[in-house]
């Protein structure tokens, strides 16, 4: 059994953690609140992709939507926050996982269709960036083998876990720009394995919206959506 740590180990830990920091150019987040007229809000200069790597995978579920733009050199970028969590963000991505669930018939354990959230792959030919969609549908391994075991030649290309590639790639944007999000949509469709992109962004509520059928005015709070979806 493992001690507790100690108020001696929680202190050592800082001290590290802030030495890595020191030594390494990593994103800052910002220490006030961010707000959607701030986005994109740059938060790093002449990253690298694995300062950047290290970075999501410690701040990926900090609420924050993050964009790396790779500099001319290639090796190096630059880091924005791009969009922030909200309530009706995470619903509309439960909602979207709850649909891509239904083919699978109520089986929970190892389904044929594998539906997670914010799954880290790689950004095509983004020399080794990660990034994470909103919700993703994969297939399960029953179905097709992790990429170290396919026998297609060239090898498929797999998840940062080494699981198969995601066919379908879903982005929910709020704070983030249309254009941002169409661009981030046509990187996915850069990657072959990548059947479709479903992108929907959440706009502001629009006062005294009216109901088509009955004409009946809608509550304020209620936020328009408008749909993308990208194929091969």
């Known amino acids: 059994m493992s001690r507790a740590r100690t108020s001696g180990d929680i202190w050592w830990a800082r001290i590290f953690d802030r030495l890595d920091e020191f030594l390494h150019n990593y994103p800052k987040l910002p220490k006030n609140s961010v707000t959607e007229s701030s ?24 609420g924050y939507k993050f964009r790396f733009q790779l500099n001319s050199d290639n090796t190096t970028g630059e880091v924005y926050i791009i969009d922030m969590a909200s309530h009706v963000h995470e619903r509309i991505t439960t ?3 709850d649909y891509f669930k239904v083919p699978n018939n109520g089986v929970f ?13 790689y950004v095509p030919r983004g020399n080794g960036v990660e990034v994470a969609p909103d919700a993703c549908v994969s297939p399960g391994v029953a179905f097709v083998p992790k990429p ?47 059947r479709a992109v479903i992108s929907i962004k959440i706009l502001e509520p ?27």
């Open 39 to 62: 986005l994109p809000l740059h938060i790093g200069s002449k990253v690298t992709i694995n300062n950047y790597n290290t970075f999501l995978h410690n701040y990926g579920s900090s």
């Open 206 to 232: 629009r006062l005294n919206m009216q109901e088509p059928t009955t004409g009946q005015t809608l509550p304020s709070r209620n936020a328009s959506t408008t749909l993308g979806f990208w194929e091969y």
């Open 148 to 194: 170290t075991a396919s026998t297609v030649i060239p090898r498929p290309p797999g998840n940062t876990c080494g699981n198969p590639h995601a066919r379908i790639m879903c982005e929910v944007a709020v704070g983030q720009s249309v254009g941002e999000l169409g661009r981030k949509c046509l990187s996915w469709m850069r990657e072959p394995y990548v």
């Open 109 to 121: 354990i190892n389904p044929p269709i594998l539906v997670d959230g914010q799954v880290l792959h």
């Open 95 to 97: 909602l979207l996982q």
